[in-house]
């Protein structure tokens, strides 16, 4: 996305084996692989499982509820994008299915978040191909 400043926001990169997740949240819903062996979930998406070892995965639609894990604040813009955002709260959410994402929060000031905080899953679309999994407190 450019802005009239040039200025473009930094995004993923679509791969074969990321596509299913980003197809997933173009229609807003956040997808997870889980292994075929031992039934856990995993993101960000791998080759293979990462507890035990297995190649075989299943695409499977995720709650979409979290608790704030952790975050941070980033008061130094590394990229032209982030100059007028900042500061710029980046979060860890840990999913109900188990694994942890690194995402952005709306709807709640940084003054307000809380460890443990209950999350629900949001999307913000950037452009035709990108949507952004977001996460927005559980009671807004």
Same mark, same amino acid.
């Given at each position: 996305?450019?802005?009239?400043?040039?200025?473009?926001?930094?995004?993923?990169?679509?791969?074969?084996?990321?596509?299913?997740?980003?197809?997933?949240?173009?229609?807003?819903?956040?997808?997870?692989?889980?292994?075929?062996?031992?039934?856990?979930?995993?993101?960000?998406?791998?080759?293979?499982?990462?507890?035990?070892?297995?190649?075989?995965?299943?695409?499977?639609?995720?709650?979409?509820?979290?608790?704030?894990?952790?975050?941070? +604040?980033?008061?130094?813009?590394?990229? &032209?994008?982030?100059?007028?955002?900042?500061?710029? !709260?980046?979060? =860890?959410?840990? @999913? *109900?299915?188990?694994?942890?994402? +690194?995402?952005?929060?709306?709807?709640? &000031?940084?003054?307000?978040?809380?460890?443990?905080? !209950?999350?629900? =899953?949001?999307? @913000? *679309?950037?452009?035709?191909?990108?949507?952004?999994?977001?996460?927005?407190?559980?009671?807004?």
């Amino acid at each position: 996305m450019t802005r009239p400043d040039g200025a473009q926001r930094p995004l993923p990169e679509i791969t074969p084996l990321t596509e299913p997740f980003w197809a997933g949240a173009r229609d807003r819903v956040l997808l997870l692989q889980r292994c075929a062996r031992c039934r856990r979930f995993r993101f960000p998406p791998e080759h293979g499982c990462g507890y035990c070892g297995s190649p075989e995965f299943t695409w499977e639609r995720a709650s979409g509820r979290a608790t704030l894990y952790s975050w941070t +604040v980033a008061h130094s813009p590394h990229l &032209p994008f982030f100059m007028e955002r900042l500061p710029w !709260p980046v979060a =860890v959410v840990q @999913l *109900e299915e188990g694994p942890r994402m +690194v995402t952005n929060l709306v709807g709640v &000031p940084v003054e307000r978040y809380e460890f443990g905080m !209950p999350l629900v =899953v949001d999307f @913000l *679309e950037v452009d035709s191909e990108i949507t952004l999994p977001v996460f927005r407190p559980a009671d807004s």
